[in-house]
């Protein structure tokens, strides 16, 4: 009965009974948050009309599904206007993912470390996707030749 | 003012019906309640209990018949017990809700009634937590009218328009029903919360307060509305009835309406 | 044991302790010690409004407000406070304002106001519209818009701390006619901190009194649970007299078996009271102001229906509160919180269906004596020096035998404002009084007594048991031989409380511990509210007495004073002086009291 009891009130130091609490970061990021949800609400929209877009281009026109082949790749990334469709498609989508397993890491993450190693992966993923992504898309030869000859199915100007 | 005005007949015929009638049926239900006493043990535990109750009984009448008659140890908070003062919120059956307004016979009565302490904050003895870090959100809002120039010798006047902008956040009762049942404030307790953010909106939506930018400035934090997920828990959680979630983006338009 | 130190110390943090805490805290080092958080304090569950006479939607003046309370208190008003309250009620509301309470406003954006009981035009001519208010939820803005000004403040706030002692030392002095006499004087308090078990000693130079009423003595009863009475029982153990406790007021509209209120502001806007057969029944009673009566004459009334066998439903114990006439709307925007306590509590709909009510125990009249600066009395006219009291705990004596509707939320913001005024500037010039050697001896003998108790009575049997024979014998109408019955059994039940035991033996939150010590207070109150009630023989106000159901103002136009004093004796009750306290009149002379 006589023992001290240590109870997980919030008390600090000052014996005051209204302490603070420790918020961590202190609050300095509140622009970044917003600039963050606002762009997934406006990166959702544009991602919408691309990706269905790029749905409907691929499998409900011509011959639809039965007609993508490397030829087909080919022949879309020779215009530059789906190679900047692709483009916004895999750079929006990479940073609105992103964004969204960077929040899901803060909430559920309980210990610094933890989270900070997973921040680390998830950011390393994204820029690696990203960059070989956007090379891909501007560096792709529709037509690869084996010694002067062009590949089967490639996409080469007529001669 | 306008309705009303007719005078009520001074004698009406009755229905039969009036007043309901009968006996009041009894009916009996199995309690479990955590219980948690580091006094005791630093673990916590499930108590069972038999108990037969009456139609109109709720929650906290089956807590006090526990209390009263069984076991004096079981420890909770109450005040007014008709759901205006916020000191018994608790999970019933999974559901942030209050003791007293939350009648037996609306629960499933033939199984078990599961109550716990509201979850997110730390629990001090059976079903009381400690509410400071709850109270701590609220304060850091700065939850009180702010008023710049002369105040008028007479009442500052307000549209009943302007009135009605904030009225359904004035209805908050500091209960915690919608903060500890939020997702996000379980992961670690930083987030502002709901109640906070209701209770900033009573005064940023005021059309006699100055302070709402400051506000604003404190709920665009990184811990502030950025972390709501719009999972609608506190708006079902609330007692009153506040629509929390609608209150929650009206302040996240808000904060962007300022920028741009 | 820590021993903290303070200017000023507040006990409650309800509306009047906290209206005091605004101002003190500007003023002086101020700490608020409160056995609940603040914001669950009772006045949050006042529901109509608070009168003032603004005239903001009729003519109106503050002297019809005071007539109006000095009439609706049966004459036992002391006057000047009444004039006091009703001059400063308009103060009283547009400070509200000023900080922030989101008043219901008029067309021009003017705080609205509205009809409530015996408030009356012209002294009595017609009802007038006074109340100011926020829908049905006065009390829960009020005590809200009080917790936003304290923390705007930094009020220090101690919550869930239990005051359980008020460390008073005597001194001997001498009167200006030469006799000796014992003056108290106030040296801090002794308070249990719920959380941890501790005990905590505030000395302080000034302490205001504001703990609130004693409605769990009843059954049926508005009251929160928590509303035990500490304060009024504190100050009586220290030998402080309680003025007026005979009168206890019944709210007409409980719901019927719960107690829980349905504002007064239901009448106000509107509806009426039926019994079984349809009729309007306070027609009969109060011909003017019909449903608009004070509450002790509209419970009475209704007691009287059920009584004559007019009473509905299947016991014929309650009557009716009909809405059924109004609008829809008008009821959503002025009256949403009580329709929904209706339909949640009773599954009545407000709109088609007449609501079951029945009068319930509601508010202490009587308390602690205090003048109109808020100063605690130790006899007729002796102030404790520092000692202050607010709010229903306090009796200054501006509710009389009998309550107006709204005048309690004006009482703790008129009082709690003085008295904080006032406990703050004495603060400054006054030294600490020095505390007694071991200050909490007594609260740890008290606590021993009850956690080491190995009796066989449970606490709450004896607390059933008590608020059962105060709802039989102690409510609306009272005899000679009901109060008797009270009297001998509440001495039965104390003599049962010698013998009991509590089976939470630990320090962290021991609410059966608190409870125990609770259940003493309402014993000792109780007692002395049946000992005041078997004294005054007339009827008056809240107290009436069907053996002598008239008003005498030869015999009984005075305060009741009751100290604990254990050489005395009243109505046979050893341990109880009787005294008697002059009613202050200014202008009004008794009249006799129609509606």
Known sequence: MSTDIRFPRSTSETGRIAPKYNRHGGGAKGGFEMAAWLFMRLSGIVLVVLIFGHLFVNLMLGDGVHAIDFGFVAGKWASPFWQWWDLAMLWLAMLHGTNGVRTIVNDYAERDGVRFWLLVVLYAAAIAIVILGTLVIFTFNPCPTVNGVPLPGSFCPKP | MSASTVEPASKVELPASVGGGGEIPTFDITLRVRRYNPEVSEESHWDEYQLTMYGTDRVLDALHKVKWELDGSLSFRRSCAHGVCGSDAMRINGRNRLACKTLLKDL????????????????????????????????????????????????????????????????????????????????????????????????????????????????????????????????????????????????????????? | MQVHKYDVVIVGAGGAGMRAAIESGQRARTAVLTKLYPTRSHTGAAQGGMCAALANVEEDNWEWHTFDTVKGGDYLVDQDAAEVMAKEAID?????????????????????????????????????????????????????????????????????????????????????????????????????????????????????????????????????????????????????????????????????????????????????????????????????????????????????????????????????????????????????????????????????????????????????????????????????????????????????????????????????????????????????????????????????????????????????????????????????DSIAKALSDIEALRERYRNISIQDKGKRFNLDLLEAVELGFLLDLAQVMTVAALHRKESRGGHYREDFPNRDDANWMKHTMLYKDDAAETEGIKGLRFGTKPVAFTRYEPMERKY
């Open chain 3, 92 to 480: 009283a509301v547009l400070d509200l304002e000023k900080m922030g309470l989101p008043f219901n406003r008029t067309p021009e954006g003017r705080i609205d106001q509205r009809r409530f009981g015996g408030h009356t035009r012209d002294h009595g001519k017609a009802p007038v519209r006074r109340a100011c208010y926020a829908a049905d939820r006065t009390g829960h803005m009020i005590l809200q818009t009080l917790y936003q000004n304290c923390v705007k403040h930094n009020v220090e706030f101690y919550n869930e701390y239990y005051v359980l002692d008020l460390l008073i030392v005597e001194e001997d002095a001498v009167r200006e006619d030469g006799t000796a006499y014992k003056q108290k004087r106030v040296a801090g308090v002794v308070s249990y901190d719920l959380a941890s078990g501790e005990l905590h000693v505030f000395q302080a130079k000034a302490v205001i009194f504001a703990t609130g009423g004693a409605g769990k003595v009843f059954k049926t009863t508005s009251n929160a649970h928590t509303l035990t009475g500490d304060g009024m029982g504190i100050a009586f153990r220290r030998g402080i007299p309680l003025e007026d406790m005979e009168f206890f007021q019944f709210h007409p509209t409980g719901l019927a078996g719960l107690g829980i209120l349905l504002s007064e502001a239901a009448r106000g806007e509107g509806a009426i009271l039926r019994n079984s057969e349809g009729e309007r029944f306070m027609e009969r009673y109060a011909p003017t102001i019909k449903d608009l009566a004070p509450r002790d004459i509209v419970a009475r009334s209704m007691a009287n229906e059920v009584r004559e066998g007019r009473g509905a439903g299947p016991n014929k114990d309650y009557v009716l509160l009909d809405l059924t006439h109004l609008e829809p709307a008008h009821i959503d925007a002025k009256l949403p919180d009580i329709t929904e306590f209706a339909r949640t509590y009773l599954g009545v709909e407000p709109y088609t269906e007449p609501v079951p009510v029945y009068p319930t125990a509601h508010y202490a009249m009587g308390g602690v004596p205090t003048n109109i600066k808020g100063e605690v009395l130790q006899d007729n006219d002796t102030i404790i020096p520092g000692l202050y009291a607010a709010g229903e705990v306090a009796c200054v004596s501006v509710h009389g035998s009998n309550r107006l509707g709204t005048n309690s939320l004006l009482d703790i913001n008129v009082f709690g404002k003085r008295s904080g005024i006032n406990a703050a500037e004495y603060a400054k010039t006054a030294d600490y009084v020095e505390l007694p050697e071991n200050p909490a001896n007594e609260t740890i003998a008290l606590l021993d007594s009850v956690r080491n108790a190995s009796g066989t009575e449970r606490i709450a049997s004896i607390r059933a048991d008590l608020q059962e024979t105060m709802d039989t014998n102690m409510q609306v109408f009272r005899t000679a």
């Open chain 2, 108 to 260: 499933d009565t033939s199984k078990p009634i599961t109550v716990e302490p509201i979850k997110g904050l730390p629990v001090e003895k059976d079903l009381i937590v400690d509410m400071e870090p709850f109270f701590q959100s609220y304060r850091e809002i700065m939850p009180f009218l702010i008023s710049k120039g002369h105040a008028p010798t007479k009442e500052r006047l307000q549209s009943a328009e302007d009135r009605e902008r904030f009225d359904d956040t004035t209805k908050c009762i500091l209960c915690a029903a919608c903060t500890s049942s939020c997702p996000v404030f379980w992961t670690d307790g930083q987030y502002f919360g709901p109640a906070a953010i209701v209770n900033a909106h009573r005064f940023i939506f005021d059309s006699r307060d100055d302070a709402g930018d400051m506000r604003l400035e404190i709920l665009n934090d990184k811990e502030g509305v950025w972390r709501c997920r719009t999972v609608f828990n506190c708006t079902e959680a609330c007692p009153r009835g506040i629509q929390v979630t609608k209150a929650i983006s009206e302040v996240k338009q808000a904060i962007l309406a300022r920028q741009f």
